[in-house]
């Protein structure tokens, strides 16, 4: 789909169909080339609707050959194609009738993965969220949820042996021509984003799951032959999920058979269609020499995400696709509490936070920030988003700090009690907490409606005399997009008070700020406390208070809560490195005749002088000499905060707001770098501890992944050093490795590395023999290999990125494999956004190349540019923007490519006062929408309080000229009062008086 069908769709706008689907029957013609598919629909009008309402489905990439009503052919004048995919029916319609389609598709030339497609000679279906429309015309959208009486499968039965849908198994058989069939019912009412089809030939494994009510459930995971030794932890992983929603929320599977297949190629990481799962292989094939310790983890949670949505959202589902997070941010926080369970609480907490802080929360300062529950979209397929996903998990978890487990169950409860079988919104579910608690959540609502990370400032003083520690919470949030100015949200902080010895002074607390600024008093405090402010993480926000180096190095050593132990040590961690970023900035500015390697040498030097100070390195030693310690927690309290996180915090630090992304990332190596020679016997020696024996065999417990984990991060810190005995060391655990976990580990510490002569030589001999021990012939294991080249930090690490397009292993129609090499370089902050701009226009380039292919795949490299702003105020701004205004001038993106930031970017100046009022200037190209019903602008943004935003202000709108989005030349374009209706690429200056 070109730009020229980009329509913006709005959450206040939604209304139910005029008709309503109650059952459906399908047969699928599955034949080399080309499928045909035949629908059966039993349909109703609507209570209210008039007969001559017509019929409108959802129909994309389908050929249509025949339509019947009651048994009846139509005619082409009976129904017409009013909008490029959209079907109409024209009225007058009985009351009831039933609808007969029969379409052609073909699979195999569908590289959009969307729809039904074909995967390494797999037919299979991803549907959510708008893909059942290439299958079928359909009304496809959540809040239409018929019956899928029967779906009849057809096939060769040599090429696709197994063929499975949702439901269970009522009719198998043989057919001519070496052809067979089998048919699936599904009792269980549901909408189109929830209907699969696999067809092919695959291998399996096969187990059983008695229910609490003594049920029995087949259990089959599928994957292709020569990867069945992986699917046993998949297998294990369901087996645990399916006890764990009955012990911890009453939840029962309710079907006869569980079935999940493994493809190559798939567009996200799993599909949670009623009965058949459809997985990316890389979230279900596992072995000890093919997965890591995190691959094992994700594959866990992933296969317990899927199934957690048999009730929260299949059960239950969305009214309209604003409500994602009603389903996904629920079963998200579901999924990690169970891996909680599972492994480790503390740590896990951890794991995501650390996600969230480095991916959802410049998400929340971006362009593209959004809330949880979007009001507005024009690809829905951008809006599955780390906000709609793990920011909404963390809402959710808040409703069970303010609740207690038991209230949360309660309010669960409640939930299923109300709308099993319906589709419903985030505020039914809102809804159901309250009432099943008789408590006040109207307030809480604002982190539905509301985008941005909120600041929560806390300050705390105490008064010896009354034996009395106040704590004052202030809490604000930016400007986002559309929201100039926020109200107070409703924030659980939970705070403990600690003695000098260690020990609570006092029991600890939930604090509900409610208010801008509120005081908190604890009583009978003994004395001066060292506050443990937002334990577990207690609320999405950032946290500022000012605490001395002591005071974090003391609650590094002695808090009790897990989470702000690993805490103390980020805040030291950053501290740090943006003091050696400030060095390193005033080392470049004061060597101008340095380049290269002096340069780089010459900023790392006075970045390590300057922040890796006594207290920070007495800090990590003792906490790496703490026996008692998790080895988890100890290894990720050894690992500073992401760059992106850091990106963030700089931004804050600065009075322009603005980073310099070569001196940012010199800071946090040349930190790691300090630590690692300041502490190098303890490392080694840690190291050494954690080395497994020689017989032992793989294990997958919390234990063994800690020893791991920490065995790791001290090899990483060692590598730092960049000498020819770390290098040597990387070197051999990465070739006698007899896991995956430690010979990635060791291989991409290594390749990480920037310094010539041994260690280069080091270098390049990691990466080829990975390739050939590992990665030759194991397409996940390739993409491992193909990120730790992308994330490099050497300079030449763009010119050998390019060289791996050509890699005969390579392919740009895998999605694995475009995130492993495009997406993970965009996330090397100093190769992305290099100086000259190299970054900028390679993956621009790439953008446009994905777009033809997958436009989902190229929408989530474009948002690569979302935080370009963040950067300097020199060459990369500009730089950036003309690489944006080449996206918009090829007048042909795909409508989920234009819906992300990309093609939203405007540059912005403030060019004087005019009435006592701000006058800004933005000047840009980009795609709009004008409507002359509405003889408004629907498309752009307006400036308001420092946000672009869709609001009401006085504008002066010119356009300096104005292209058809089909092409043509230049033209003036009538703004305020179009004839027409109009898409077309204009360039504006715009000017916004506030």
Request: glycine share 8%; hydrophobic share 40%.
């Amino acid at each position: 789909m070109s730009s020229t069908a980009a329509v913006e769709k709005f959450r206040k706008d939604y209304k139910p169909t005029d008709y309503d689907i109650r059952t459906v029957e399908m047969t699928f013609k599955i034949n080399p080339g080309l499928t045909q598919v035949l629908s059966s629909l039993t349909i109703a009008r609507r209570p209210g609707i008039d007969s001559s309402a017509p019929l409108r489905f959802d129909a994309e990439d389908i050929a249509l050959n025949k339509l019947h009503i009651d048994g009846r052919e139509l005619s082409s004048s009976e129904f017409s194609w009013p909008e490029e995919d959209v079907l109409e029916v024209k009225g007058p319609l009985p009351a009831e009738f039933t609808l007969v389609t029969d379409v052609t598709i073909k699979p195999e030339e569908n590289t959009q993965l969307s729809g039904l497609y074909q995967s390494s000679g797999v037919y299979c279906t991803q549907c959510e969220a708008e893909g059942f429309r290439r299958i079928s015309p359909f009304y496809d959208r959540p809040d239409v949820m018929p019956s899928f009486l029967k779906v009849r499968i057809e096939a060769d039965k040599k090429a696709c042996p197994v063929l499975l849908s949702n439901g269970n198994l009522i009719a198998q058989g043989e057919l001519e021509g070496g052809r067979h069939f089998a048919e699936w019912k599904d009792p269980f009412p549901k909408p189109s984003y929830l209907f699969a089809l696999v067809a092919g030939d695959l291998g399996s494994v096969s187990d059983s799951f008695t229910t609490r009510s003594g049920r029995q459930v087949a259990l089959h995971i599928y994957s292709e032959h020569d990867k069945v030794d992986q699917l046993d932890w998949a297998m294990g992983s369901l087996k645990r999920a399916m006890k764990w929603d009955e012990e911890r929320f009453g939840l029962e599977y309710d079907l006869d058979i569980y079935n999940i297949v493994a493809v190559s190629d798939f567009n996200m990481g799993a599909m949670e269609n009623k009965s058949l799962n459809v997985f990316n292989t890389s979230c279900v094939l596992a072995k000890p020499t093919t997965a890591t310790d995190a691959d094992y983890e994700r594959i866990q949670g992933v296969i317990a995400h899927e199934y957690f949505h048999n009730w929260t959202g299949n059960r239950v589902t969305c009214r309209d696709w604003f409500q994602l997070t009603l389903k996904e941010g629920l079963t998200v926080f579901r999924d990690q509490q169970f891996t909680m369970d599972m492994t480790s609480e503390a740590v896990k907490r951890i794991e995501d936070v650390r996600f969230l802080r480095a991916v959802q929360f410049p998400e929340d300062s971006g362009p593209m920030a959004h809330p949880i529950r979007p009001e507005s979209y024009i690809a829905m397929d951008n809006f599955y988003t780390s906000t709609v996903y793990r920011k909404g998990a963390q809402v959710i978890a808040m409703y069970q700090t303010l609740l207690g487990r038991d209230g949360f169950r309660k309010g669960m409860d409640l939930y299923f009690k109300r709308h099993d079988g319906q589709a419903v919104t985030c505020d039914d579910f809102r809804a159901a907490m309250a009432d099943a608690n008789g408590v006040d959540l109207n307030q809480f609502e604002r982190w539905y409606t509301q985008a941005g990370t909120p600041q929560v400032k806390a300050t705390g003083t105490y008064d010896a005399a009354s034996s009395k520690y106040t704590i004052t919470l202030e809490q604000s949030c930016s400007p986002t997009p559309g929201q100039p100015e926020k109200l107070p949200f409703h924030i659980p902080v939970i705070v403990g008070l600690l003695g000098r010895s260690g020990s609570e002074l006092c029991k600890e607390r939930v604090l509900e700020l409610k208010e801008a600024k509120q005081d908190f008093v604890f009583d009978n405090i003994a004395e001066a406390p060292v506050p443990s402010v937002l334990r577990g993480f207690s609320a999405p926000v950032r946290l500022v208070m000012e605490q001395s180096e002591e005071d974090l190095a003391f609650l590094l050593a002695h808090d009790t809560d897990s989470f702000n132990r690993w805490e103390a040590s980020q805040r030291l961690f950053t501290s740090a490195i943006l003091a050696g970023s400030k060095a390193a900035a005033a080392a470049a500015a004061a060597s101008s005749g340095l380049g290269g390697e002096q340069l780089e040498e010459a900023m790392m030097a006075a970045a390590e002088a300057a922040a890796v100070t006594p207290r920070l390195v007495g800090a990590l030693g003792g906490a790496l000499a703490d026996a008692t310690a998790e080895r988890s927690l100890l290894a990720y309290a050894l690992a500073p905060p992401p760059l992106a996180s850091l990106t963030e915090e700089a931004a804050a630090a600065a009075e322009d707001g603005k980073v310099d992304p070569d001196a940012l990332a010199i800071g946090a190596r040349s930190v790691r770098r300090g630590i690692a020679k300041a502490l190098r016997s303890k490392l080694q020696a840690v190291f050494d501890e954690c080395a497994p024996g020689s017989a032992a065999p793989f294990r997958a417990d919390r234990e063994a992944v800690g020893m791991r984990r920490l065995r790791g991060a001290c090899l990483d810190l060692l590598s730092t050093i960049e000498d020819p005995a770390s290098a040597a060391l990387c070197l051999k655990q990465a070739e006698e490795a007899i896991c995956m976990t430690d010979a990635l580990g060791a291989a991409s510490s290594l390749t990480n590395t920037s310094a010539g002569g041994e260690v280069k030589a080091a270098r390049e001999r990691v990466v080829a023999h990975f390739y050939e021990r590992h990665a030759k012939g194991d397409d996940l294991i390739l993409c491992k290999w193909l990120t730790m080249q992308a994330t490099a930090n050497t300079p030449d690490c763009l010119a050998k990125v390019n060289a791996l397009l050509t890699h005969p292993d390579m392919s740009m129609k895998n999605p694995n494999k475009v995130r492993a090499l495009i997406n993970a370089f965009a996330a090397n902050l100093r190769r992305f956004h290099a100086a000259d701009g190299s970054g900028y226009k390679w993956i621009a380039d790439r953008v446009l190349e994905m777009d033809k292919i997958n436009p989902q795949v190229a929408a989530r490299i474009a948002g690569s540019f979302g935080p370009f702003r963040r950067f300097d105020k020199g060459a990369r701004a500009g730089l950036a923007l003309a690489e944006l205004q080449r996206l918009a001038d090829s007048g042909s993106l795909s409508k989920d490519t234009f819906g992300s930031s990309a093609a939203r970017c405007a540059d912005e100046e403030q060019t004087g006062m005019e009435g006592g009022m701000k006058r800004r200037k933005a000047t840009w190209t980009s795609i709009f929408s004008f409507s002359p019903q509405q003889h408004v602008w629907r498309g752009g943004p307006v400036w308001r309080g420092g946000a672009l935003t869709r609001g009401p202000r006085r504008l002066e709108v010119s356009a300096l000229s104005s292209r058809p989005s089909g092409g043509g030349s230049p033209g003036p374009c009538d703004i305020a009062r179009p004839r027409r209706s109009l898409i077309a690429n204009v360039k504006f200056q715009l000017f916004f008086f506030e």
